[in-house]
């Protein structure tokens, strides 16, 4: 299973095209498996920038700490673009968002599996009641149903991050199952602790889906 880690950032909006080349220069002209990246996913949603990094192992168990190569060429080159988004900030790990919950089936995954990065705001403290409700829905038929392959929740400040694996097969499919009623419920009780990042533009859960810009995958 691939591990996951997630950054969270204030972006200038339209600056995509500009922040994305940044990184398809250094992926083509370094090497960032060498230091155990495998894969990385950049999105923009409203104002923020999400940074999805994979790799094999998690780095407190692999011991591969170090951070990407050309790292203090990226920073300086995407700065005008990418900001600190916690008003706690003071280096760079706090641009980290902390996993507070996480859920694999048993069994092996599909081969072919779909990424959906979720968006919103949570409450201040709310992170145990959200993995609660997760919790509860994920040890009953829901996940199968809408063909979930992995599920795990990150925060930071007031941002609420959802990575949604599910199998590709009919991922499409499933996501036209809003209006099954275990669905409906598990929104309800989410209700007091999550919200729309924007709720003056909201209209619906496609609204909170982070839009990918760029995407590079170790070819060895």
């Not at 080349?21 to 155990?36: A, I, K, N, S």
């Not at 149903?145 to 694996?165: K, P």
Request: hydrophobic share 35%; with cysteine; proline share 9%.
């Amino acid at each position: 299973m691939v591990f996951r880690n997630v950054i969270v950032c204030h972006m200038v909006p339209g600056s995509e095209r500009t922040v994305g080349d940044v990184f398809g220069y250094y992926d083509r002209t370094t090497r960032p498996q060498d230091l155990g990246v495998i894969g990385r996913i950049l999105l923009s949603h409203e104002d923020l920038y999400l940074h999805v990094i994979e790799r094999r192992q998690d780095p407190r168990v692999s011991g591969q700490t170090r951070g990407l190569p050309a790292f203090q060429k990226i920073a300086e080159a995407i700065e005008p673009y990418v900001t600190p988004y916690p008003r706690y900030w003071k280096n760079p790990s706090d641009s980290v968002a902390k996993e507070f919950y996480r859920w694999e089936p048993d069994g092996e995954p599909p081969q072919a599996t779909t990424l959906t990065v979720i968006i919103g705001r949570i409450k201040p403290g709310a992170e145990p009641d959200v993995a609660r409700i997760f919790a509860e829905s994920d040890a009953g038929p829901l996940p199968a149903e809408m063909g979930v392959t992995g599920r795990w929740l990150y925060s930071i400040d007031d941002v609420y991050v959802h990575l949604l694996e599910q199998d590709a097969s009919f991922a499409e499919a499933a996501r036209h199952n809003h209006d099954k009623p275990a669905f409906a419920k598990i929104m309800e009780e989410l209700g007091p602790y999550i919200g729309p990042y924007r709720p003056e533009t909201w209209r619906g859960p496609k609204d909170a889906v982070a839009k990918v810009f760029y995407r590079w995958r170790a070819e060895d």
